[in-house]
């Protein structure tokens, strides 16, 4: 019993340090779309990431903010600016998943010329050290009970995420992270009953990381 | 060669060769001659040169010779009886002598039995050289009672007389010596004289054994660094190069494939998916990486759990071990060795 014990203790020490604290800049990818497959941006700017954890306690949140530019052949006409929090407090079930929750909240400037969108993360999370120091990570959250700048409801709603981090010396990080989202909205704008409004962002980002 | 002559090669050959260890260091011209005329089978001079001799000033060791003359003669003559009776002068002036069953004639030997049977003596007292910690072994003494005798046994030393044991006893007796006083200690070092006297009815007789007694100090145990049969395993290990790093990146890789394609809205249309090749890409060549190199060593363990187990059982006798040193150094290692008795150096 012991052994097994001492084995499993060994085991989640390896996967998740008892302490630590990661916060670094990363440069950010982003490509956008709302309502038709017309409407169509792309973009790049800049965010950061931090990261705590606390024995099977972890808490990750990222702020990025990206120019999104209309893209190519696309009937959108005026780019904006997308600011986006998000935030995961994780609860380690076993050396290698999670539990976590948390809140995203994407603001768009000027306001209307995209919609801003807030919810509440649920889901889980699949992490495993491939090599000493590189850990890879994947993310499935509902976002449920989402809020939009212009009304309307959202039945089903999906985030998913793949994310690396690699030590690349000493406490220096490199990170590397990608969120596909997809939100099913619905929006009543007249009598014309309810119609479908979907979004459908997906970002990259990669940065360096620091470590204590 | 007849039997009758065969006979009587063997009777000469017993019968002269325990006079060849004595014949050189009789002086007595009388017992020479005696030892002579037994030596030429001229029995009836023997009996009268050894009475005569005996009648001479003689040493303790001629007088026993002469008389085991007269025994031999007697045995030879088959006058058992008058052979008892010189051998029991023999043994009672040399309790010590012992004849050789081997090289002497049956009727002799026999006569000498019965002749040591039909005294007191106290033989072939012997106390073993022995070393141990007090109160925790003791002194092996050894003696032959001849006849059944109240026998009591000391230790007699300057510092005092130590009663060893008293009993009745008969024929070959063991005894022990804890050489502890009555409260415990060992008895003071010093030169001791181990004395046996036995006593029936009015005969009486002691012999005794010096022996030297010293003390020293109890030998403490070295620590332990590592135990017998039992080693220090590696706590560390290299683990077998395997393709899992790269296997793990696809599988996490793919399921954000799997899912980005799956979820993306047909209204909206197919992404670039620029993001999910840097990132993905990013995943797939760290996984490749983490593959073709060499994996770090990792703490094994199963063997740290063994480490520690074995450096706890170690710590563990090193304090009994320590423990014990506290008490061995409280203790005292006897030594006891026996002494030559005084004129044991002649010949008996």
Redesign the interface.
Known sequence: MRPAAAAVLFVLGQAAPAQEITIGPQAVLASYREVVSGLRYAGFGFGGAMSVRFHKLSVDGVVTRVKLDTADGSAATQSFTATQFDVWVGYDVAPYASLEVGIIRRTADPELDAQSVGAVRLGARSFYEIGPGATILFRANYLAAPKFSGGGRAPFSLDLGLGLDVRLAGRLRGTAAYAFQRINRKTSPGSTGEIDAPIQETVGRVGLALAF | MTSLRRLVVALLAGFVAPATALAQTVQNPTLRRAQQAYDNLEYRQVLTLAQAALRERLTGPERARAYELLGFTYGAMDSILKAVDAFKQVVLIDPERQLDPNRVSPKAYSAFDVALRQVLLVRQLRVDSTSFVGGQGAVPIRFTVTQPARVVTRAVGSEGSFLIDSSAWNGQVNLTWPARLANGDPVPAGSYTVVVDARLGQNTFAASQPVRLSHGRVDTLAHLTSLPGYEYLPETEVPPQSW??LG??FL??G??VV??VG???S???S??????A???G??LV??L??TL?KP?P??A??N??YNRLLRDQIARRNQEIAKENVARRQQVQLTVVPLPKPGAAGVR
Request: net charge positive.
């Open positions: 899992r790093p793990l990146a996490y890789t399921g954000a899912g980005t979820l993306e809205s209204s909206l249309g992404g670039s998916k620029r993001e999910l840097v990132v993905g990013a995943a760290t996984g990486v983490m190199r770090a990792r703490p363990a199963a740290i759990l």
